[in-house]
């Protein structure tokens, strides 16, 4: 055992040592070298060395350099060290974290980040908190607590009955609603298509006059953090208008809501305590490994109900239960690397990572306006829109950055305009990363542009 966690220890450290040199997209070489993981399973047993020895050797070179500092693609962030080093040392304990009597320092560590959590993001102190995979099963749990809430509020209980016969609830969203939305309100039988879109502006924003009036069961969900601009919804001015009616309001928070942990940006944020349910990602700006997401739940007890299974042989101890939070039963212990996270950087370096990577998007906006390239949308996170002419130059430009290999940037659709969309997310990234990265932007697509 030992000898395998050293081996692994070197390689990793050897992998993100040369992140630096290497071209940020895998090279065409790299790719074709993954052929060699397609055989048949053999029937022999493979020393582990010699199993890590071929994860390396055909592996490393075919990964994005995501975990480096000029990865600007989706709204991905690096892995921070402490997340990194306890994500390892949770391997090896290879916790279940079900119950406190399956992990009691899962439960534990749990409960003590969702203390942290509640009052980073002004949440009340007695919310329910899951932790899940990711934004996606952030946003479906909290939306299984708001159909639990809103037809138990009329007697009818979906747990036990489901939804055939049920009252009907109303969902408005806005008209850029994130797709996993969408998809946790397909799984949950409220169907993706049976919603009311409210028009936006052109930032993405609700336009809160358009709202529809509010009758029966009604979850309003709104967003913190535009996947492409960054923007946030008018959440007060939506919660005084709908709270009235007694609607559900959910706030899909995936990025945004971390700007609650500066001071510097969480004006941004105001009003979304006011609402009921809030999903984010750990694994995006808090910089922890796949999979980590976390639910919200002003009343636990929503959020119990719409997951809670119980049988007789998982036996519950006092404390808190994990899985009385979360759609799963048996899961890694994705507390811990959020514990170490939280732990290493302190509320001064929380809102340092996510204050200095905004002001590397405003940088970058700032650079790339400079030089004569139109941004489509008000910098007010740490995503930046900007085209480069037509479509098809601006998926060319797109292309050749991401062949160049300096830095990586995604394509995205912005209100019927092809854009690149630069998300800085990561501790990684440093102020020589955002200058290089800017000058070979530009140097692509201004030779780019004499071209077409
Ligand atoms: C990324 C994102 C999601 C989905 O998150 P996953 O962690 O990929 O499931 C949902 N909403 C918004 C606004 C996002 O940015």
């Not at 993981?37 to 493979?46: A, G, V």
């Not at 995979?133 to 809103?150: E, I, K, P, Y």
């Not at 995604?410 to 990561?426: C, D, L, P």
Request: hydrophobic residues 45%; negative net charge; contains cysteine.
């Amino acid at each position: 055992m030992e000898e395998i966690l050293q081996d692994a220890a070197n390689r990793a450290s050897q992998y993100l040592a040369r992140l630096d040199r290497r071209s940020v997209s895998p090279t065409t070489d790299a790719i074709d070298g993954l052929e060699f993981f397609k055989k048949p399973l053999q029937d022999t047993s493979i020393d582990p060395l010699d199993v890590l020895a071929e994860l390396d050797e055909h592996g490393s070179g075919a990964t994005l350099a995501s975990a480096g500092g000029r990865y600007f693609g989706f709204v991905i962030g690096g892995v921070l060290p402490a997340a990194l080093g306890a994500n390892i040392l949770a391997a090896a304990w290879d916790q279940n974290a079900m119950l406190e009597i399956s992990s009691p320092i899962a439960s534990t560590l749990e409960e003590v980040c969702r203390q942290w959590l509640l009052s980073i993001f002004s949440l009340p102190s007695d919310a329910g908190v899951g932790f899940v995979s990711g934004a996606t099963m952030a946003n479906f749990a909290g939306l299984a607590a708001a159909r639990h809430a809103l037809l138990a509020n009329k007697g009818w209980n979906v747990e036990a009955n489901g939804l055939f016969g049920a009252p009907p609830i109303s969902v408005i969203v806005g008209e850029e609603v994130h797709v996993s939305v969408l998809k946790a309100m397909s799984l949950l039988g409220l169907g993706r298509e049976r919603i009311f879109r409210v028009p936006v502006d052109a930032q993405g924003r609700m336009l809160p006059d358009a709202l529809p009036d509010i009758k029966g069961p009604t979850i309003v969900c709104i967003q913190a953090g535009n996947v492409n601009t960054g923007a946030f919804d008018p959440a007060k001015e939506i919660c005084a208008q709908v709270k009235e009616a007694h609607a559900w309001v959910h706030v899909d928070g995936a990025f945004g809501m971390w700007a609650a942990a500066s001071p510097a940006l969480s004006t941004l944020t105001e009003g979304i305590s006011s609402a009921d349910s809030w999903a984010t990602d750990v694994h995006k700006w808090l910089n922890v490994p796949y999979d980590s997401g976390l639910v919200f739940v002003r009343n636990h007890q929503h959020l119990q109900a719409a997951m809670s299974s119980s049988a007789a042989y998982l036996i519950e101890g006092s404390k808190r239960e994990p899985s009385q939070y979360v759609p799963e039963l048996s899961r890694r212990a994705r507390g811990i690397e959020i514990w170490a996270a939280l732990r290493s950087l302190g509320r001064v370096g929380l809102f340092n990572l996510i204050d200095r990577t905004c002001n590397y998007a405003s940088r970058i906006a700032e650079g790339l306006r400079e030089a004569g390239f139109e941004v489509l949308n008000d910098v007010v996170l740490n995503q930046v829109l900007v085209t480069f002419g037509s479509p098809t130059s601006t998926r060319r430009v797109i292309s050749l950055i991401q062949s160049d290999g300096t830095c990586w940037c995604g394509e995205t659709e912005w209100q019927g305009n092809v854009a690149m969309r630069i998300s800085v997310s990561s501790w990684a990234t440093s102020e020589y990363d955002i200058e290089k990265s800017l000058e070979t932007i530009i140097r692509i697509a201004s030779q780019e542009s004499i071209i077409v």
